[in-house]
């Protein structure tokens, strides 16, 4: 009896680490719109992983560290946990902290982004984004990226209202970075940035 209430426990206790673990590492999310297509479709569903850039507060950790100099500013727990050129990221939207939002990274902290009926130059660069199939002819002047945000785009320019119409996307409000796509069935797949879509042309 007391090896089954044992195991019993054992069980419980791995099934409540699961959920732990699923629960802060990844999200499902359903797209709502046309904004990102063709890379993503209305009604389909995606994994987000949180994890991916993976931040905790600084002033939590320097508890354990009384001889450091404290700070409130969140900083990512891995140097490399920021988001990159090409991710496709999800989000609270800035003018509505209710609804999330997915779109493409296009600019990081200090860049400067302009587009010119259309193209979009990043650091006087035009870029080759062969992932936008629906494109428009509209306008922005340049603007740069300030520190702890993002400039963002939807793939499908004439249907998406992104960092071109409200601006940019603070760190604090990323929830993460779409990894896998399971519906419908025939679009399974990892979502990775692109390869060579999001360079500048030479």
């Known amino acids: 009896m007391r090896t089954f209430i044992q ?20 999200r499902n999310f359903r797209i709502d719109g046309a904004s990102m297509h063709p890379t993503l479709i209305d009604e389909q569903h995606v994994i987000v992983s949180k994890a991916a850039y993976f931040r905790v507060n600084a002033s939590s950790l320097l508890h354990f560290m009384p001889s450091v100099e404290r700070t409130d500013e969140r900083v990512p727990f891995f140097a490399s946990a920021q988001p990159a050129y ?4 999800a989000f609270t939207y800035p003018l509505n902290p209710s609804l999330d939002l ?10 400067i ?19 936008v199939v629906n494109g428009d002819r509209r306008t ?6 300030p520190p702890g945000s993002y400039y963002v785009l ?5 249907a998406s209202t ?11 409000d990323i929830i ?27």
């Open 113 to 131: 982004i302009e587009i010119e009926q259309g193209q979009v130059i990043r650091n006087g660069e035009a870029l080759n984004e062969s992932y």
């Open 102 to 111: 997915v779109k493409r990274v296009i600019g990081l902290p200090g860049d």
């Open 176 to 202: 993460g970075r779409a990894w896998i796509s399971y519906w419908p069935s025939d679009r399974l797949e990892f979502l990775q940035p692109p390869l060579s879509g999001d360079l500048p042309f030479h």
């Open 140 to 145: 922005s002047e340049a603007v740069e990226v």
């Open 7 to 26: 195991e019993l426990l054992i069980a419980a206790g791995l099934f409540v680490a699961v959920f732990l673990v699923l629960h802060f590492s990844i």
């Open 162 to 172: 992104d960092s071109r119409v409200w601006g940019f996307v603070r760190d604090e």
């Open 154 to 158: 939807g793939d499908n320019r004439r």
């Open 86 to 89: 090409g991710d496709i990221i």
